[in-house]
Nanobody, 117 residues
Framework: QVQLVESGGGLVQPGGSLRLSCVASGITSRVYAMAWYRQPPGKQRERVATITTGGSTDYEDSVKGRFTIARDNAKNTVYLQMNSLKPEDTAVYLC???????????WGQGTQVTVSS
């Protein structure tokens, strides 16, 4: 059974940092592209960052220079380091894994990030 479990969310003040983790079980992560999405309250889900099997990364414009995605295939884990957080970063953050050959997709349940003073 495939499972993605996110952790590391919480309440942080503007300008603060958080590190999200997503642990995948039931898959071999090295054959999956991984990504973080977020869904702000009352808004549509949006892609935040992606990392390919080869380690190439891509970011949504509003997080470039502040967020960093990384992966550890040995631990089947993908991370999202979030610095200089802003209130508009408040959202449920979800990770996803997409198999590179079949495009089969899996999602986690999400972790809440709230940026507020």
């Amino acid at each position: 059974q495939v499972q993605l479990v996110e952790s590391g969310g919480g309440l942080v003040q503007p300008g603060g940092s958080l590190r999200l983790s997503c642990v995948a079980s039931g898959i071999t992560s090295r054959v999956y592209a991984m990504a973080w999405y977020r869904q702000p309250p009352g808004k549509q889900r949006e892609r935040v960052a992606t990392i390919t099997t080869g380690g190439s990364t891509d970011y949504e414009d509003s997080v470039k220079g502040r967020f960093t995605i990384a992966r550890d295939n040995a631990k089947n884990t993908v991370y999202l380091q979030m610095n200089s957080l802003k209130p508009e970063d408040t959202a449920v953050y979800l990770c996803t894994a997409v198999r590179i050959d079949s495009q089969r997709e899996y999602w986690g349940q999400g972790t809440q990030v709230t940026v507020s003073s």
